[in-house]
């Protein structure tokens, strides 16, 4: 949505613009992380490297993969396997469920890295500065985290890694954040159509091959329903009706009945989903033997391509 939209809000409101300091630290951290995955990862020692096919190789310790195995200019696969990227026999018979968070700090290559932050930084400072830290802070792990129990439910003969589920909450945060406070954005078609066209986007993407679209619903749809439960504001008419008080008039609710439904809605819906999500995980479910059209969600195959 346009920046426009925000300040009318902001001006009707009264709201303080918060300082955007969490949405920098998680892409420095992210940065830092690949770094130490790249150090870790040593090109030149492998087999590949030691035949001289490491690409960047002024690099040294730190150049990339030969593009045939990892056209993304990053690490092994086996390196960021090591590192906490997301196995399904890891987390789930091997008893490692920190992979379920620490995937999501990893990523396959420079590629894939610019692509995310880059997005995280166009959507995470704007709702940073909105709504403060604490709430895109959880918005932000909690999708990532989500994202990663559904990847792990449909695809459990690959490893994942990256932040792209939890850079789909923030979007789907923005979005239901649009519709919760419908009435203090001018310019709302325009936003709502900027947002959708963004979302599709991304979700395109993931039907190509090698991309965990599966990460990117599960972290849409959870950010998407967080957004109901953070991000809820106040609407126009209440700072009016608060100052009518003094003139004996009643008062309006602070929000309004619709927004106290979507609420309670969401909230049960990011409970449920997440318990059921996690109950069928460590019980060993494989989600496509529930939903035998769902691997079309995360790869459509075409001429171009196989799956």
Not at 100 to 123: E, R
């Amino acid at each position: 949505m346009s920046s426009r939209d925000m300040e009318r809000g902001r001006k009707h409101r009264g709201d303080t613009q918060w300082t955007s300091w969490l949405t920098p630290t998680i892409v420095l951290a992210n940065v830092a992380v690949f770094i130490v995955v790249m150090f870790i990862n040593d090109c030149p020692k492998t087999t590949n490297g030691a035949n001289g096919d490491c690409v960047a190789k002024f690099l040294r310790r730190f150049s990339f993969q030969p593009l045939r195995e990892n056209p993304l200019l990053g690490p092994s696969s086996s390196t960021l396997e090591k590192m906490g990227a997301l196995e399904w026999r890891k987390v789930v018979q091997g008893n490692e469920k920190w992979r379920l968070i620490t995937s999501m700090w990893l990523h396959a290559g420079v590629f894939h890295l610019f692509t995310n932050m880059f997005n995280v930084i166009f959507f995470g400072i704007r709702l940073e500065q909105q709504f403060g830290f604490i709430r895109i802070g959880l918005i932000y792990l909690i999708s990532g985290f989500g994202g990663n129990i559904l990847s792990a439910l449909f695809l459990q003969n690959s490893i994942s890694v990256g932040a792209s589920g939890a850079l789909l909450g923030l979007m789907g945060a923005m979005l239901s954040e649009l519709l919760i406070n419908w009435t203090i954005y001018a310019n709302k078609l325009a936003a709502l159509f900027t947002i959708l066209f963004i979302i599709a986007i991304n979700l395109a993407i993931g039907l190509l091959p090698w991309v965990d679209n599966f990460a990117h619903i599960g972290g849409f749809l959870t950010g998407f329903f967080l957004g109901f439960v953070l991000l809820i504001r106040p609407q126009l008419g209440w700072e009016e009706s608060r100052n009518s008080t003094q003139y004996g008039a009643r008062a309006r609710s602070k929000y309004n009945p619709c927004q106290y439904m979507l609420f309670f809605i969401a909230a049960v819906v990011v409970v449920a989903g997440l318990t059921v999500g996690i109950v069928m995980l460590f019980k060993g479910e494989n989600g496509n033997k529930h939903c035998k059209w769902c691997h079309r969600l995360d790869c459509y195959p075409t001429s171009k391509w196989s799956c």
